[in-house]
């Protein structure tokens, strides 16, 4: 038996202490305390005790911490997993946010273009004209050299083929005529759609306002080339307004003004031309604007309760009866008088007061005082029987719904017959197809309105319409009467129409007879009634009394007839 070392045994106390071997301690205290031989053993079996619980302490705290390392590590995983996660959401979250933004620009980009462009043609429409013209504007302001140019276009006849072909050629009409006209300008140039018909182009900038005159002549022509739509070959053609850069022009409204006023000129020089605006122009724009003014004033005082405020007044050419020689009645003739300008005639103000929607005001107030004018005619010469009235009326006036209740209200008032009244009106109005004036006809009809065709043969001319509607009368242009000659020359015409009508149980009246030789033809063509300055011209109230009453005495055509 060996001897143990005290050392080894304080330490393996220690190590039991440490690792809470209390019950060992304790016996080898008490084995100490008795005295008793330590035995070797005991002591190596307690030191391969503590050492055993100082392995397994180790191992435990081993174990503890790679439990608590790998438990970390879950949690670093974990976590390197949501971040990852959060990463890749965040950036499907930013491609998600990347293509909206593309998407939305691009819809901002659609819209913005669909804002400032055509539906149908895809050119500018007028607020992006407008824009690139008041740009134009600012650089010539800047530098005084600049010069550009702008051009109204207006097609010809556009409404036919539309109405003809249908909407849908129209449609593609305008395509067609819109790539030409981008294929004759440089892309700097700016044409857009202005109108259903209507183009406006800038040419911008031009070294020398010669150049535009090329441009439009390439224009006109390219139009004029026939196009293709479908099989059907469609022929078109423009006027075209220009105005050039000015220093007096402020404003975009200020030239496309005057391009639209050169382009009705060009319209009145016979259309499929073009032309420039110049200071006659203008000046010829201010009187229109300033007639239109004085027509607005003179229209407001029709509601004035004095009649001497009324500037619209009648005068009244006879018509005559060429078995009797007297005077059957009279053609009323509206006139205006203006204050400062004297007695204008119709020619100078109705296409005016029609386009601006003044008419049917003027209308009323003439309807009624030649009604009126009439019941006087009636009661001062009871004799005079038949005598009647014939008014003329317009194609706007005719499309007016309340025309017919307006006619039966005057009736009313002044106590006479529909068949006092005789209404005349254009070919080009009595064939019109739309249901306003069908309504209009039909309802006339109805109430016993004899209609008279004005200016007969120079319309249409077809036939058909003198059996569907209630035609009573037909009236001979004077542009035929003026053609006849002294020895009875290019008179088939005006047989021609006196033996249509006279088929169709109608009367005829020949207008604007002047000479002797004109009457004498008329009579040996049994033209029935006729109408002219050799007669009488158009005359006030008054005077036109005075001819009915001179008429008692001595019919009006046998006197005239003495005197020639």
């Known amino acids: 038996m060996f001897r143990v070392h005290p050392s080894l045994i304080r330490i393996v106390v220690l190590v039991l202490s440490w690792m809470g071997c209390y019950p060992v301690l304790r ?22 005790l503590g050492v055993l619980a100082v392995c397994l302490r180790l191992i435990l705290f081993q174990y503890s911490q790679l439990r608590l390392r790998n438990q970390r590590i879950q949690e670093l995983e974990s976590e390197s997993t949501s971040l990852q996660t959060q990463i890749n959401q965040r950036s499907d979250v930013e491609a998600d946010l990347r293509l909206r933004e593309f998407q939305m620009r691009e819809q901002a980009q659609q819209l913005e273009h669909e804002a400032l462009h055509d539906d149908l043609t895809d050119l500018p429409n007028r607020a992006l004209f407008m824009d690139r013209l008041q740009r134009s504007l600012v650089r010539m ?36 005529i819109s790539e030409r006209l981008k294929s004759c300008l440089r892309e700097i140039d700016t044409v857009a759609r202005w109108g259903v018909d209507e183009f406006v182009i800038l040419v ?12 439009t002549e390439k224009i006109l022509s390219s139009l004029r080339q026939p196009m293709n739509l479908g099989g059907q070959e469609v022929f078109v053609t423009s006027s075209i307004g220009i105005t050039l850069s000015h220093p007096n022009y402020q404003t975009p409204e200020d030239l496309l003004r005057d391009a639209d006023t050169a382009m009705y000129r060009a319209k009145d020089q016979g259309k499929d031309c073009y032309e420039i605006f110049n200071r006659e122009m203008h000046i010829e724009t201010l009187g229109i604007l300033q007639l239109e003014t004085d027509l607005r004033r003179a229209v407001e005082n029709l509601s004035a309760a004095s009649v001497q ?17 007297r005077i059957e009645g009279f053609e009323a003739l509206v006139r205006w008088q203006h204050p400062t300008r ?23 107030a003439t309807l009624k005082q030649a009604c009126q004018q009439l019941k006087i005619w009636k009661l001062l010469f009871p004799q005079q029987q038949p005598l009647s009235m014939n008014i003329n009326l317009s194609t706007r006036e005719f499309s007016q719904p309340a025309l017919v209740a307006t006619l039966d209200q005057i009736l009313r008032e002044t106590d006479l017959n529909p068949n006092d009244i005789k209404l005349e009106i254009t070919e080009n109005l009595i064939m019109s197809e739309t249901a306003a004036v069908q ?22 001319s077809s036939l058909s319409y003198l059996d569907r509607f209630p035609v009573s009368i037909l009236k001979i242009d004077r542009s035929f009467i ?6 009875g020359e290019n008179t088939y015409t005006i047989r021609a129409i006196i033996t249509l009508a006279r088929s169709l149980n109608m009367d005829v009246v020949a207008e604007g007879v002047e000479k002797l030789e004109q009457l004498i033809q008329l009579k040996m063509l049994q033209c029935e009634k006729v109408q002219g300055y050799f007669y009488s011209k158009p005359v006030d109230a ?23």
């Open 27 to 48: 016996g080898m205290a008490q084995s100490k305390a008795a005295g008793s031989q330590e035995d070797s053993s005991l002591v190596l079996i307690l030191i391969f």
């Open 141 to 176: 302001r800047q530098y005084h050299e600049h010069h550009f140019a702008v051009l109204f276009l207006d097609l010809d006849r556009f409404k036919v083929i539309n109405d003809s072909l249908g909407h849908v050629m129209g449609d593609r009409l305008l395509v067609e």
């Open 204 to 215: 911008d900038p031009l070294s020398h306002h010669r150049e535009i005159i090329a441009v």
């Open 309 to 325: 405020k009324h500037e619209f007044v009648l005068h009244y050419q006879p018509i005559i009866s060429l078995k009797t020689q």
């Open 342 to 364: 004297g007695l204008l005639s119709p020619a100078l103000f109705i296409n005016l007061a029609e386009e601006r929607g003044l008419i049917s005001s003027i209308s009323h």
């Open 439 to 460: 309504e209009t006809l039909s309802q006339l009809r109805a109430r016993g309105f004899p209609l008279c065709v004005d200016d007969f043969g120079t319309g249409y």
């Open 482 to 487: 003026n053609r006849m000659g002294n020895n």
């Open 542 to 564: 008054k005077a036109a009394t005075q001819l009915l009453r001179e008429d008692q005495d001595v019919p009006l055509g046998e006197r005239k007839l003495a005197e020639s």
